[in-house]
């Protein structure tokens, strides 16, 4: 016996469905030309508030982290490009299906030779709100949607960018105001991802597994 801290997994799990996925999402690759691209989509609250974290230390030492005044809540809702480390970022008042266009919109600007590009994104009800619909059958449009299975944020790499963003960013650490813990977060995400990604690539990757609930033994 140790003691361990249990990893959360979703209550129902499909594993000939994230199978499906991961066969599906190899043969696009396969066939991606040089005017294609993939992306992954997601949205992300961080909230500013002090997280305190494990890390090394002097036994010697007492570790203290100050508390912040507030508990203000970011929503950010972003995409990334595996291949380049190319980021999308957009801080909005709400993650909605407004946001969802914006950021799609903002995509295709970035893309002006990408004659079609693929998004990954999860089932939020925003993703398959009807005005998204409505946005994306337009003519010239030139994203197209790809929806990750139900219970599967495994199967969506940009989860691991916003471990590491929590990593890097808001672990172990106090920012005086909320708009410094704001601009930091955002930086972070536009800039440094994307200039740095040589050294994070390999902590955001599509090196996709399937998880069953047989790997496990589940407390009730």
């Known amino acids: ?50 997280r305190p974290t494990g890390c090394w230390a002097s036994k010697d030492e007492t570790l203290a982290i100050e508390q912040t005044s507030g508990r203000q809540r970011i929503n950010i809702h972003g995409a990334i490009n595996l291949e380049t480390g190319q980021t999308r970022i ?9 946001s969802t266009i914006k950021l799609l919109a903002s995509i295709e600007d970035h893309y002006p030779c990408k004659q079609k590009i693929h998004v990954f994104l999860d089932n939020a009800r925003y993703h398959h ?21 139900p219970y599967c944020p495994h199967l969506n790499p940009i989860e691991r960018l916003w471990g590491v963003m929590h990593k ?24 440094k991802i994307p200039i740095l990604w040589e050294n994070f690539r390999d902590s955001i990757t599509d090196n996709f597994r399937i998880i069953s609930r047989d790997d496990f033994w589940v407390i009730k």
């Not at 066939?31 to 294609?36: A, F, I, K, N, P």
């Not at 957009?90 to 407004?98: F, K, M, P």
């Open 129 to 149: 709100a009807r005005l998204v619909g409505e946005w994306r059958d337009q003519p010239g449009r030139r994203i197209k949607l790809h929806f990750i299975p």
């Open 1 to 50: 016996m140790e003691y361990q801290k249990p990893k959360i997994i979703p209550r129902n799990l499909d594993i000939k469905k994230q199978q499906a996925f991961i066969d599906e999402y190899e043969e696009l690759l396969n066939s991606l030309t040089e005017v294609e691209s993939v992306l992954f989509v997601d949205a992300v609250h961080p909230t500013y508030a002090t």
């Open 90 to 98: 957009i801080e909005t008042e709400s993650v909605d299906a407004q």
């Open 168 to 191: 890097h960013i808001t672990h172990n650490k106090c920012y005086e105001m909320g708009k410094l813990f704001a601009e930091a977060l955002i930086m972070f995400l536009r800039e």
